[in-house]
């Protein structure tokens, strides 16, 4: 490979890092990643938390309001993922899906606070996509052979 | 396209440790649009989690309403503390509710006290 091709190579990936502007800082056992995305002329932003055992993700949608807050883990029997609802909503709304599915990909506890209005699939699918994106490149997600990584 | 690269991100947040009690404590304190939030674990997870509110009314001496609405439910040092944050955010003058999450080793009061004084200390409010 030659040096120009690798030079632009690595411009690229500076570029990328700029356009997310994610803020990433690990102090102690936590580590904590927040950053924001423009998806059709709606911002979104990000705020995950990572415990040893157990994630909190905030999702906002244009505004920083707390929205509604999940709580989601795999149970009895057979680790089958349970969500309930902690804070404000019922368990169709938004964010209970998200919760549910974030469960099953990082194998960990979640909770989840999300804003997004209900009735907005492709919002939610934006946003899920978004996010789960993010938990692979940090490497919280469960590997495809199974097994967590902790 | 947002071609800001300078834009803070919207919440504020603050992450320190210490150590209460021989027990090495992390906290985190998030501003949001409409509430704080406070996470202090010694566990590695969040714990339980409460709700702490002002109730609107005329009367002058403000009330507030503290209640978990994930985990234990018996432990009434958590309540308290809970209680005990909301006050001080009131009193300086917000009335934005606290979702407080405590994931601890020990319940005495000494933490407790240990883990609001270092909010307190830290506060966004």
Redesign the interface.
Known sequence: MDSEGLEKEIEELKLQE??G?V?A?A????Q?T?????VNDV?L?F?I?R????I?V?I?YN????GH?Y?AAPTRPNNVVSV?S??GGASDNTGSGIAHRLVLKTGL?I?LACNIPKNSPMLQTEAEKILIQKLISLGYTKSRLGGTTL | ???N?T?K???S?L???LEIKGN?T?I?I?S????F?V?A?QI???GT?L?ARKEEGVSINATFNVSV??GKRDEPMLVACARQLIEHVSVSGSSKPL?L?LGLKDHSAETLKGIISAVIDNRMW
């Open positions: 700029k356009k502007d803020h800082y102090q102690g056992q936590l904590i927040s950053f924001s995305e423009l911002c932003h705020q938390i415990f040893p055992k157990q909190y905030w906002g505004s920083v309001k707390l807050m709580a309930t902690i804070l506890n909770i | 396209m947002n071609t690269s834009t991100f919207p919440v947040q992450d320190f440790s090495e992390e985190v998030s949001y649009e409409d509430h939030m996470i674990t590695g997870a969040m989690v709700y609405i994930f979702v999450s």
